[in-house]
């Protein structure tokens, strides 16, 4: 049961583009969303949020969008930057639950 | 503040053996997550913890795999008569008290490999 989806498992982009990556959910109970990025032989770490209440959080470089009605999110870098090059995994959560997408690999060619 | 730490990062053992992955979560974090990366997957949710109670075990295997958090000491992923199939990354997660779910922080990993 995969209450979370990442449906790209990998994302090519130049440098100074913009990168996008997409995340579906299912189960309407989720009302707080993350992103992690995680690097080879590291454990993932957290870079941004957003909860249900609002529709788009920013930091930096990083935009968060969320479309509740689409229960649909997605992550923007931009500009992307070679250093981004990483897994993404985006997370849904719900009290005491917290669910991972498959993750997709970003690689930002310079 | 040191983050979460685990060990051993990588961990051989023989098809049959038994492997211990310990966890301690950051300083002031109740909450422990184990979670489960096979190769070319993505993270997968195996056990929530608090001190000495298991929360949520929705996601490990009935057979052969278990998990504590003792009031004194770390968390441990106990894995008895591993199997191939059992060769993953092991992540471990903590949060501080409130919404468990939010923001977790997770230690390196600890790889095993069943030969």
């Known amino acids: 049961d995969q209450q979370v989806k990442q449906n790209s498992p990998s994302l090519s982009v130049q440098e100074g583009r913009i990168s996008i990556l997409n995340c579906d959910y299912t189960?309407?109970?989720?009302?707080?969303f993350l992103w992690y990025k995680k690097y080879p032989a590291e454990g993932p770490t957290f870079l941004i949020s957003?909860?249900?209440?609002?529709d788009k959080n920013e930091d930096g470089r990083f935009t968060v969008f969320l479309n509740k009605s689409a229960k649909h999110l997605s992550l923007h870098i931009v500009p992307s930057q070679p250093g981004d090059s990483a897994v993404y995994f985006c997370?849904?959560?719900?009290?005491?639950?917290?669910?991972f997408g498959a993750g997709t690999r970003l690689t930002v060619k310079p | 503040n040191a983050g979460v730490m685990q060990n051993p990062r990588h961990l051989v053992r023989r098809r049959g053996q038994e492997a211990r992955l310990r966890c301690s979560p950051m300083?002031?974090?109740?909450?422990v997550y184990w979670y489960r990366q096979l190769p070319e997957e993505g993270l997968k949710f195996m056990v929530y913890?608090?001190?000495?109670?298991?929360?949520?075990e929705s996601g490990m295997p009935k057979e052969r795999f278990s998990a504590e958090f003792p009031k004194e000491g770390p968390s441990i992923l106990r894995i008895q008569q591993v199997v191939r199939g059992d060769s993953a990354a092991y992540f471990c997660?903590?949060?501080?008290?409130?919404?468990?779910?939010?923001?977790?922080?997770f230690g390196p990993g600890t790889r095993l490999t069943v030969t």
């Open positions: 913890l608090q001190k000495e109670n298991i929360i949520d």
């Open positions: 997370a849904a959560s719900a009290y005491n639950d917290m669910r």
């Open positions: 189960n309407s109970m989720f009302d707080y």
């Open positions: 997660a903590s949060s501080p008290q409130g919404r468990p779910s939010y923001e977790q922080y």
């Open positions: 957003i909860s249900s209440i609002k």
């Open positions: 300083k002031g974090h109740s909450h």
